[in-house]
């Protein structure tokens, strides 16, 4: 069989398996985009124009949103090379019906109008779903999100808790807990109270897990009552992040909900950077800050993700031996083809088959499901024929099985959907 048939065979198979999208930051009462404006807004491009060369100025609250995307599309013969500019490509072809070659600044109206019309079909969401093949997909939602308005098996509820684990010193954090839980922080006990509060309104409304994003230098601590209470009651709850965690994680195994640990991005690196457009990683962070609270609770998983393929060995071999540690996705800069095709055959030769979630689309919007997951099924499939089939080790079916596991199974095992 001629390698590029192997290829297609097997993309074709991966193509056909609906999808649980196990992270996105979804708005489910506005999941897909109004305008081309929602599209090329994404900070992707945003990023990538004002790199190229684009000023900030067309990216200012008084430019029509017809300039803002005719000046991003305008930039976008500077960065065609990139994975950002294939997306796009997919979304125009297979959303617009755009059946260019290339996109250039000429397209940009021509784009515009047709999505104007195309993304006010009162359908639309139903076609985006029925065309990405997408069954579920999970959200990120803060502590006092209601949870209301949309369904929950669609839209699976997830407790972001990066305000509750950074921010309870400020405040408007504290009055918003307040009026989410009616518990007022006074000691470890109300600390306690409130946290388990949000855990049983999530898992009453369809939660299937927690998730926080984690600078580099952070390690969670299990921090006494007195020590709490000193920092609730005297100092405005500072210095209780990584106890804040450690509660958290209690709670994740009481609720039996997994823990989603995004680690290793440092805010703020370019603070002239463009919304969305200032945060990189930094690589002094290290999975052994995580040991405590890895062995602490065997009981919960921890789908892990990393900023850098440079780390991804050090997830591996945390996996390798951590029953409770699961490599999850690719996530933000190592989501382009080359960290992926390095990051999968590491994790495909080292790490359980049945801990492996393959993949998730981090979409703001719901038509960037569809070109980030043929992204990563086209290296799936080209990995499952170079290093599975071609030499003997599975039979085409039998490659088949095991990308279905990635994108699919172990997502529905892992998080119980």
């Known amino acids: 069989m001629p390698a590029d048939q192997l290829v297609a065979d097997l993309t074709a198979a991966l193509d056909a398996i609906p999808l649980i999208d196990p992270h996105s930051h979804i708005d489910p009462l506005a999941p897909v985009s109004k305008s081309l404006d929602d599209i090329l807004g994404y900070h992707y491009y945003t990023e990538l124009a004002h790199s190229a060369g684009m000023s900030q100025e067309p990216l200012g609250k008084d430019v029509s949103p017809r300039d803002r995307v005719r000046?991003?599309?305008?930039?976008?013969?500077?960065?065609?090379?990139?994975?950002?500019?294939?997306?796009?490509?997919?979304?125009?072809?297979?959303?617009?019906?755009?059946?260019?070659?290339?996109?250039?600044?000429?397209?940009?109206?021509?784009?515009?109008?047709?999505a104007e019309t195309t993304f006010a079909q009162p359908d639309w969401e139903k076609q985006v779903f029925a065309k990405t093949k997408l069954e579920k997909i999970f959200l990120t939602n803060e502590f006092d999100d209601p949870l209301e308005g949309f369904d929950t098996n669609v839209y699976v509820p997830c407790l972001r808790t990066d305000s509750l684990v950074f921010q309870l010193d400020r405040a408007e954090t504290r009055e918003r807990l307040f009026k989410a839980t009616g518990v007022q922080l006074r000691d470890a006990g109300s600390l306690r109270k409130a946290l388990a509060t949000l855990f049983l309104h999530f898992t009453r409304k369809g939660a299937k897990a927690c998730a926080i994003s984690l600078p580099p230098d952070f390690e969670p601590a299990h921090y006494d009552d007195e020590y709490l209470y000193e920092q609730i009651r005297h100092h405005d709850c500072r210095d209780i992040g990584p106890g804040v965690f450690w509660l958290i994680a209690e709670l994740c195994r009481d609720f039996k909900l997994p823990f989603d640990l995004m680690i290793g991005v440092n805010r703020r690196v370019y603070v002239n950077g463009v919304h969305q457009g200032q945060d990189l990683f930094d690589?002094?962070?290290?999975?052994?800050q995580y040991k405590r609270v890895f062995n602490a609770f065997p009981e919960v998983t921890f789908p892990v993700s990393v900023l850098t393929s440079a780390q991804n060995q050090e997830l591996v071999a945390y996996s390798w031996i951590f029953p409770n540690v699961v490599p999850n996705g690719h996530w933000w800069y190592s989501n382009v083809p080359p960290y992926i095709r390095k990051d999968l055959g590491e994790r495909l030769s080292a790490v359980p088959k049945t801990k492996l979630i393959g993949y998730y689309s981090d979409a703001y919007k719901l038509e960037f499901v569809l070109p980030k997951y043929a992204m990563y099924r086209r290296i799936l499939a080209t990995t499952l024929a170079d290093d599975f089939v071609r030499p003997g080790v599975l039979s085409e079916a039998g490659a088949v099985a095991l990308g279905t596991r990635l994108l699919r199974d172990n997502v529905r095992d892992t998080f119980k959907v």
Not at 73 to 87: E, F, K, P
């Open 71 to 114: 000046a991003i599309v305008g930039h976008m013969d500077r960065y065609d090379n990139t994975a950002q500019y294939r997306w796009f490509l997919d979304i125009a072809r297979t959303f617009l019906g755009y059946d260019g070659t290339r996109i250039t600044a000429g397209d940009a109206d021509k784009l515009l109008d047709a």
């Open 283 to 288: 690589q002094r962070t290290s999975l052994i």
